[in-house]
């Protein structure tokens, strides 16, 4: 990635596109280019999404975003980021923001989680099994009864660590799936979540082990949407494959929704505002993100937003009041999930002395 950064130093010819998709970008009175050449800050390095729009739409074909990438692997390392600070996002650690909600809200899969050998196992990422239990308990029976899936997996893929900079503890809880997977004799793994995928696309391939979509396993019930009108927001992991995005829009034809495009879609899309845990370190700028998409979803009006990607939906959720924001799973299964409630939940979680007692828990070292 070092290299990246190096070639954009040289490479960037100043036209200053990436600065009309990205509010860090438009905030800096220098090119990337110039600011690869003398190095990226941390303040501003935690504050990229790492969505790869500017990439997108780079003429040249240079990556802003491996800058940022490299700028908080560096910050980290020498210690210029308060990282115990922002232990809560941490997925390697028992007590994270997540885990501790699952076991506060009684949210428990034991009864599903692979035992014994399991050759198709279901990962449906900590964001989905964390604010839509019953949406991920729908869609894991449904892939029992349409490719026998022998159980369920609640680790997490790793990206939270290699977004914070921490690529050692990325490789080190790769490895650790990857020992689980192969105690199990896990061959096959299905995802429902599109930065998941990414992430352990070519872990697994390394390992031997068959890495799928939910959308190209799941049998999917007849949903009647004819004369339904969506509009698919595409997650920032999927902007450049686009696996997702086809298979979604693909599954929404099969059910009769018609699909209008937004101004970005595919390779162009904006960012939800989650990216890169933004919304911790820079609020801001996914408050940003988010009005500007949910502009462009009431200029195409369509009646639905559909996401493919459980913290995109999240997000949008919490702030349009205006706007039907769904999962494409529980469209597609003839499903209404409440992606605030667990938001909510969390919230009230936190409050009051009890509340404090459970943040000082997750703080701990």
Same mark, same amino acid.
């Given at each position: 990635?070092e290299?990246?950064?190096?070639?954009?130093?040289?490479?960037?010819?100043?036209?200053?596109?990436?600065?009309?998709?990205?509010?860090?970008?438009?905030?800096?009175?220098e !090119?990337?280019?110039?600011?690869?050449?003398?190095?990226?800050t941390?303040?501003e390095?935690?504050?990229?999404?790492?969505c /790869?729009?500017?990439?997108?739409v780079?003429?040249?074909?240079? !990556?802003?975003?491996e800058?940022?990438?490299?700028?908080? @692997?560096?910050a980290?390392?020498?210690?210029?980021?308060?990282?115990?600070?922002?232990? #809560?996002l941490?997925?390697?650690?028992?007590?994270?923001?997540m885990s501790v909600? @699952?076991?506060?809200?009684g949210?428990?899969? +034991?009864?599903?989680?692979?035992? /014994?050998?399991?050759?198709?196992?279901?990962f449906?990422g900590?964001?989905?099994?964390?604010?839509a239990?019953?949406?991920?308990?729908?869609?894991f029976?449904?892939?029992?009864?349409?490719?026998?899936?022998?159980?369920?997996?609640? &680790?997490?893929?790793?990206?939270?660590?290699?977004?914070?900079?921490?690529?050692?503890?990325?490789?080190?809880?790769?490895?650790?799936?990857?020992?689980?997977?192969?105690?199990?004799?896990?061959?096959?793994?299905?995802?429902?979540?599109?930065?998941?995928?990414y992430?352990?696309?070519?872990?697994?391939?390394?390992? /031997?082990?068959?890495?799928?979509?939910?959308?190209?396993?799941?049998?999917?019930?007849?949903?009647?949407?004819? +004369?339904?009108?969506?509009?698919?927001?595409?997650?920032c992991?999927?902007?450049?494959? /686009?696996?997702?995005g086809?298979?979604?829009?693909?599954?929404?034809?099969?059910?009769?929704?018609?699909?209008?495009?937004? !101004?970005h !879609? +595919?390779?162009?899309?904006?960012?939800?505002?989650?990216? +890169?845990? $933004?919304?911790?370190?820079?609020?801001?700028?996914?408050?940003?993100?988010?009005?500007?998409?949910?502009?462009e979803v009431?200029?195409?009006?369509a009646? $639905?937003l559909?996401? #493919?990607c459980?913290?995109?939906?999240?997000?949008?959720?919490?702030?349009?009041?205006d706007?039907?924001?769904?999962?494409?799973?529980?469209?597609l299964?003839?499903? &209404?999930?409440?992606?605030?409630?667990?938001?909510?939940?969390?919230a009230?979680?936190?409050?009051?002395?009890?509340g404090?007692?459970?943040?000082?828990?997750?703080?701990?070292d």
């Open positions: 990635m290299n990246k950064v190096k070639e954009l130093a040289e490479r960037c010819i100043e036209c200053g596109l990436c600065k009309g998709c990205c509010p860090l970008l438009a905030g800096m009175e !090119s990337p280019g110039k600011a690869a050449a003398r190095g990226a941390a303040e390095s935690f504050s990229c999404a790492l /790869g729009c500017c990439e997108a780079c003429p040249v074909g240079v !990556s802003p975003k800058l940022f990438a490299a700028g908080r @692997r560096a980290i390392a020498a210690e210029d980021f308060r990282l115990d600070e922002y232990l #809560y941490l997925p390697d650690r028992d007590n994270n923001l909600y @699952r076991r506060f809200s949210i428990d899969y +034991g009864d599903i989680a692979v035992k /014994g050998e399991a050759s198709r196992c279901f449906p900590c964001t989905l099994m964390t604010y239990p019953e949406l991920t308990r729908a869609v029976s449904r892939l029992q009864k349409d490719c026998g899936c022998d159980g369920m997996l609640t &680790d997490c893929c790793g990206k939270p660590l290699t977004q914070m900079g921490l690529p050692q503890r990325a490789e080190a809880a790769a490895a650790k799936l990857v020992a689980r997977l192969k105690a199990h004799a896990v061959r096959e793994v299905i995802v429902a979540c599109p930065g998941c995928y992430e352990l696309l070519p872990v697994l391939a390394a390992a /031997g082990v068959t890495l799928k979509t939910v959308y190209e396993v799941l049998e999917l019930p007849s949903v009647d949407g004819a +004369g339904r009108i969506c509009t698919v927001h595409d997650s992991p999927d902007r450049r494959e /686009g696996v997702f086809r298979q979604v829009r693909a599954a929404l034809a099969k059910s009769g929704f018609q699909t209008v495009e937004m !101004s !879609s +595919g390779k162009k899309t904006i960012c939800c505002g989650s990216g +890169g845990m $933004i919304s911790s370190f820079r609020p801001d700028f996914t408050e940003e993100f988010v009005g500007r998409r949910l502009a009431r200029e195409s009006k009646e $639905i559909a996401n #493919y459980a913290s995109c939906t999240a997000k949008f959720a919490a702030a349009a009041d706007v039907c924001v769904v999962h494409a799973l529980s469209l299964l003839g499903r &209404d999930d409440d992606f605030t409630a667990a938001k909510k939940r969390m009230a979680m936190l409050e009051g002395p009890e404090d007692e459970i943040w000082a828990r997750i703080m701990a």
